[in-house]
């Protein structure tokens, strides 16, 4: 996938607030709008998003929400601008998606994909997401743009593993065979989004923020172009049990086949049925896990130009 960032950098349009914190070197974290305007229900997805938003501040880090409107990128939407997303006139915006929304002026909601890219063409270095995309079950071919954007995108992903409803062994193996380190923040698996582990091990384990920059400061010097993911497991009074996730998710894949649902539907679809199956828990997870990570992001970016910081005054 070849990139002219500086080309993608004609179409951003960045906040005053994320614009400042730039030019001052503040730290910055990255937010993904898909999980207003599709991944959770109303409500819940505005008030999750300003929750998020919060837990950034609260770590002392600036946040920047990251969308598409009328074909232009923002890099740090304002309060009219997050209830814009809340539509269903907004399209889910991945890589190969970019040429029509931006053409016809369309409103678009930024996945891991692209935000992971808006984000690092900005100067932005930490984003913080619920679960990244991967490889979907019974489907080897069917891998997620998230994953090859991951693999040439030098930015630090804080993410609760991969969505459940994947083929978290297959997506796990394609990280591992195309360079992305998965490093486990207070844990030594690789987490299965609602319950904190998968039975799959991760490539390091990290305790606290420093350790986490660490890690992102080296990639960074050593000249390597693949994001680091830093899993954090849900927290631990909203996880469920993985055999009940299991169970749930069999029922939502058969109706999902039964009902001939296709494509980017799909996934949507499946975290609602499981939402619904799981009499709201699977909801209250997401949330936890969403505002965490986000919480987790603002330490690691505070942490990581303290570390850049100190290295300028050697």
Same mark, same amino acid.
């Given at each position: 996938?070849?990139?002219?960032?500086?080309?993608?950098? /004609?179409?951003?349009?960045?906040? +005053?607030?994320?614009?400042?914190?730039? +030019?001052?070197?503040?730290?910055?974290?990255?937010?993904?709008?898909?999980?207003?305007?599709?991944?959770?229900?109303?409500?819940?997805?505005?008030?999750?998003?300003?929750?998020?938003?919060?837990?950034?501040?609260?770590?002392?880090?600036?946040?920047?929400?990251?969308?598409?409107?009328? $074909?232009?990128?923002?890099?740090?939407?304002?309060?009219?601008?997050?209830?814009?997303?809340?539509?269903?006139?907004?399209?889910? @915006?991945?890589?190969?998606?970019?040429?029509?929304?931006?053409?016809?002026?369309? +409103?678009?909601?930024?996945?891991?994909?692209?935000?992971?890219?808006?984000?690092?063409?900005?100067?932005?270095?930490?984003?913080?997401?619920? $679960?990244?995309?991967?490889?979907?079950? %019974?489907? &080897?071919?069917?891998?997620?743009?998230?994953?090859?954007?991951?693999?040439?995108? &030098?930015?630090?992903?804080?993410?609760?593993?991969?969505?459940?409803?994947?083929?978290?062994?297959?997506?796990?193996?394609?990280?591992?065979?195309? %360079?992305?380190?998965?490093?486990?923040?207070?844990?030594?698996?690789?987490?299965?989004?609602?319950?904190?582990?998968? $039975?799959?091990?991760?490539?390091?384990?990290?305790?606290?923020?420093?350790?986490?920059?660490?890690?992102?400061?080296?990639? +960074?010097?050593?000249?390597?172009?693949?994001?680091?993911?830093?899993?954090? &497991?849900? &927290?631990?009074?909203?996880?469920?049990?993985?055999?009940?996730?299991?169970?749930?998710?069999?029922?939502?894949?058969?109706?999902? /086949?039964?009902?001939?649902?296709? $494509?980017?539907?799909?996934?949507?679809?499946?975290?609602?049925?499981?939402?619904? @199956?799981?009499?709201?828990?699977?909801?209250?997870?997401?949330?936890?896990?969403?505002?965490?990570?986000?919480?987790?992001? %603002?330490?690691?970016?505070?942490?990581?130009?303290?570390?850049?910081?100190?290295?300028?005054?050697?």
């Amino acid at each position: 996938m070849i990139r002219n960032l500086d080309a993608i950098r /004609e179409f951003i349009d960045v906040s +005053d607030e994320v614009s400042s914190a730039l +030019d001052e070197g503040k730290p910055i974290v990255a937010l993904e709008s898909t999980v207003i305007s599709h991944g959770l229900p109303s409500p819940d997805n505005l008030l999750t998003a300003r929750s998020m938003i919060e837990a950034v501040r609260y770590s002392s880090a600036v946040p920047a929400l990251i969308a598409v409107f009328n $074909g232009r990128i923002k890099v740090g939407v304002d309060s009219e601008e997050l209830e814009r997303l809340n539509s269903t006139a907004v399209r889910k @915006l991945s890589v190969r998606d970019l040429p029509c929304v931006v053409s016809s002026k369309l +409103d678009g909601a930024t996945t891991v994909a692209t935000t992971s890219l808006f984000a690092y063409a900005a100067g932005i270095d930490v984003f913080a997401t619920g $679960g990244i995309g991967g490889i979907h079950k %019974g489907g &080897p071919n069917d891998v997620s743009a998230d994953l090859p954007v991951l693999a040439e995108t &030098p930015i630090s992903v804080v993410c609760s593993g991969a969505k459940a409803i994947l083929d978290l062994p297959a997506t796990r193996e394609w990280l591992e065979t195309h %360079g992305v380190p998965v490093v486990g923040y207070g844990c030594n698996e690789f987490p299965a989004f609602y319950s904190a582990g998968s $039975g799959l091990d991760v490539d390091d384990v990290v305790s606290v923020p420093e350790e986490a920059a660490r890690i992102a400061a080296a990639r +960074d010097s050593l000249g390597l172009r693949q994001a680091v993911l830093f899993a954090v &497991p849900v &927290p631990n009074a909203e996880e469920i049990n993985e055999a009940d996730v299991s169970g749930w998710l069999k029922v939502a894949h058969r109706e999902c /086949e039964d009902l001939g649902i296709t $494509g980017r539907k799909v996934t949507p679809f499946l975290l609602s049925r499981v939402s619904e @199956l799981s009499e709201g828990r699977a909801l209250k997870a997401n949330i936890a896990l969403l505002v965490n990570n986000a919480r987790v992001a %603002g330490k690691i970016s505070v942490a990581l130009k303290a570390a850049t910081l100190s290295a300028d005054s050697v």
